[in-house]
């Protein structure tokens, strides 16, 4: 509700110190689990909050005992080529509905709408049959592949709406002066496009990185694991401890937060453009 | 700029993505549909696919973890939905005040949406620790002594439930973003006319937002049925099968008992029932929501 006082009266007293209130039961669990990931094993178990040392040690037995920078490395592996696929195709589909007109393209552009609401459960079983014909399970291929080939409905609806936003006397001039449509796209569109580009390099960055159940689903190997498959599955076992799990969680969280501080903007937009679309 | 050649380069680059619509989308359904009425042997593979007609169907009409798993999912989506709504659009009700600071707070009840699932259910199977957890320890404070959570079949879904309002930031940014979208002259308006705070809230708030809070409701039931991650990682369904939640009881079935054809079958039955929860509420939007651009969507 907006305000248009800006007098410090009693209810807006109120409603400051719901939102204080409020941010300490959001920040609690996080500074606690810092705290723990920071303590030594038995003091895990005490009463006292913070650590009574700091053992930042704890983060360098953590990546040992976990083996982090080989989940890294196969989250890298996965990251990297999706990151390319995804921008770069849903930018190419984006631009075909955006600027051209062809025979049923208002019922394939619904298509492309409903394909959003279908549950990813129901493709889910027969892809797996399919690459595990192919061979491919435990390897990154299933959760690579896909990704050139559209890069997700709603990444080409964000880039197709931002592009029929682009004047087109641009395009067409360079036609006249000859460029052919390859050229227009590469030289105009993309570049002009960046926004709405940068949103989906980073909503792509966060769905690989958070994925579970992709990874859960085709890699079977330890050695293939990602960060946040393997996280999970060393949950328990006789030599990883509390402090070192948590102490891995806080690493798993890290690049998210810092990207999410870093382009929040793109966050919140991006939030806000998909129930738009979706309502 | 309709002719033939740019016909052929409009179909050209969509391209990716119809042979992608084909290949991971429509190949994928009919293969569903039909592994749905089959049988299917992992090892052996498609030579070995038997066409049982609707006995996949029959059977699980007759399987009491269906049930369970419905029930879970049920419960969940009927506790946490309403829950989550009325907990973010109060806190970006409060959230939209004008005042300096406020930006900081956004930041702070966002922040936890963006974390990975993984990493928040690491956190909170902490939390929710019976002896050294710090929910537990707090309760101790006043003098409550709190249950054991996660291990706890009573509680063990409603400690889910609490885990998430912690990330319901998603569900505030769509409300905040839509009470900003509420004319300031109908606040004016309506207090000129002699309405008080709650009267404001019930008469200009709630008709303006309610295709966001529309669109929550439709979002918060198909999250329901897509619960997955938290119940694999915090409780893999225990205790005593108290948060077999419907997807995990689907992928239990795909992937540890390999029963493909009868796991596709569920998947169906998940599909129909997300469609027709969607299909409800789209029907019934009409009578209760109200857009303010009608006119203006193309």
Known sequence: MNYSVKRWNLPRIVAFLLLLGGACIVLVPLLWTVAVSLKTPAEVFKDNFFPKVWKWANYANAVQAIPFFTFLKNTLTILIPVLIGTVFSSAVSAYGFARFNFKGKRALFLVLLATMMLPSQVTMIPMFLMFKELGWVDTFLPLIVPAFFGGGAFNIFLIRQFMRGIPKELDESAYVDGASRMQIFLRIMLPLSKPPLIAVAIFTFMGVWNDFQGPLIYLNSNEHYTLALGLSMFKGLYNVEWNMLMAATILIMLPVLITFFIAQKYFIEGISISSAVKG | ?298
Do not use: C
Not at chain 2, 5 to 30: A, D, N, Q
Not at chain 2, 143 to 148: E, L, S, Y
Not at chain 2, 263 to 283: E, G, K, M, P
């Open chain 2, 1 to 298: 700029m309709r002719n033939s050649k740019s016909e052929r380069s409009g179909y050209l680059f969509i391209l990716p993505w119809l042979l992608g619509l084909v290949l991971f989308t429509l190949g994928p359904m009919l293969f569903s549909l039909i592994l749905s009425f089959s049988k299917w042997d992992i090892i052996t593979g498609i030579k070995s696919i038997e066409w049982v007609g609707l006995d996949n169907f029959k059977q699980i009409f007759h399987d009491d973890m269906f049930y369970q798993s419905l029930k879970v999912t049920f419960i969940f989506a009927l506790v946490s939905v309403p829950l989550y709504q009325i907990v973010a659009l109060f806190t970006a009700m409060l959230l939209n005040m004008r005042s300096r600071g406020m930006h900081v707070f956004r930041l702070v009840y966002f922040m936890p949406s963006v974390i990975p699932a993984v990493a928040t259910s690491m956190m909170w199977i902490m939390i929710f620790n019976p002896e050294y957890g710090v929910l537990n320890r707090a309760l101790g404070w006043f003098g409550i002594q709190g249950p054991a959570w996660l291990q706890d079949p009573h509680y063990a879904l409603g400690a889910l439930v609490v885990m998430g309002i912690w990330s319901v930031g998603n569900t505030i940014i769509i409300y905040l973003s839509g009470l900003q979208g509420v004319p300031e002259d109908l606040y004016e308006a309506a207090s000129l006319d002699g309405a008080g705070i709650f009267r404001r809230f019930v008469s200009v708030t709630l008709p303006m937002i309610s295709p966001t809070i529309f669109f929550n409701l439709v979002m918060g039931i198909i999250g329901g049925f897509q619960y997955f991650t938290e119940a694999f990682v915090m409780t893999s369904g225990g205790p005593l099968n108290s948060t077999l939640f419907y997807n995990l009881y689907l992928y239990n079935k795909a992937f540890k008992d390999y029963e493909m054809g009868y796991a596709s079958a569920l998947s169906w039955i998940l599909f129909i029932i997300i469609l027709f929860f969607t299909l409800l509420v789209v029907r019934s939007s009409s009578m209760w929501v109200y857009y303010q651009g009608d006119e203006e969507r193309d």
